[in-house]
């Protein structure tokens, strides 16, 4: 079952008179477990269904993203940062273009 879960899920589980066995991973075995916790996330942003859902499954995507960026000596800030900096030179997806060709 080993997946990458929140800081309290042990605690909660605890609480509902169950018994978690984790362990504190390595920092590769960490980075790994984040890129799988991502992946897993996405998934169920797909998945969602109602905009509620869909907001929710966001947060723990941003979470994840949050964690990457820690992970990285960097902060969720400068994710944000550059995506300002991404959104200032190449635009948003607010107009909802697609690319169909590019002729020569």
């Given amino acids: 079952m080993g997946k990458l879960v929140r800081d309290k899920v042990p605690d909660l589980i605890r609480?509902?008179?169950r018994t978690p066995h984790v362990k504190t991973l390595r920092p590769g075995?960490?980075?790994e477990a984040l890129h799988d916790k991502l992946r897993e996330e996405v998934d169920e942003l797909f998945a969602a269904s109602t905009p509620e859902a869909v907001i929710?499954?966001?947060a723990d995507i941003v979470e994840v993203l949050t964690a990457i960026a820690g992970d990285q000596g960097a902060s969720f800030g400068s994710i944000l940062d550059?995506?300002?900096r991404k959104r200032s030179e190449r635009g948003?997806?607010?107009?909802r273009l697609w690319l169909e060709s590019i002729q020569p």
């Fill in 15 to 17: 609480a509902s008179g």
């Fill in 29 to 31: 075995q960490y980075r």
């Fill in 82 to 84: 550059a995506a300002q």
């Fill in 92 to 95: 948003g997806f607010g107009k």
């Fill in 56 to 58: 929710d499954e966001a």
